[in-house]
């Protein structure tokens, strides 16, 4: 069973710095796109980061500047930098999967697999 696990969140002030990462287990296969959501209360759920197999990377215009995917092309794992973060970045943030380039990579992508998600709290 593949499982993704999310680490690295926590509380941080306005302008201060995140690194969250994401490691697969339990997979037999590579994964075409791997990426970032977050959630914030009240909220609907945001494409944040995303990186495909050629490590093309693609980002939500609010993050754009200040967050920085990468990729671990020996192993299904995934970083998130995250710098100059503001009150707004507040929110649980999932990464997730998807298995085929005919699923795409970005926000409205298929994913096949999702983490439990880990908490990121910025304070003002």
């Known amino acids: 069973q593949v499982q993704l696990m999310e680490s690295g969140g926590g509380s941080v002030q306005a302008g201060g710095s995140l690194r969250l990462s994401c490691a697969a287990s339990?997979?037999?296969?590579?994964?075409?796109?791997m990426g970032w959501f977050r959630q914030a209360p009240g909220k609907e759920r945001e494409g944040v980061a995303f990186?495909?197999?050629?490590?093309?990377?693609t980002y939500t215009d609010s993050v754009k500047g200040r967050f920085t995917i990468s990729k671990d092309y020996a192993k299904e794992y995934i970083d998130l930098q995250m710098n100059s973060l503001k009150p707004e970045d507040t929110a649980m943030y999932y990464c997730?999967?998807?298995?085929?380039?005919?699923w795409g990579c970005g926000p409205d992508a298929q994913f096949a697999d999702w983490g439990q998600g880990t908490q990121v709290t910025v304070s003002s």
């Open positions: 997730a999967a998807g298995l085929y380039r005919s």
């Open positions: 339990g997979y037999t296969f590579s994964y075409y796109c």
């Open positions: 990186i495909d197999s050629a490590g093309i990377s």
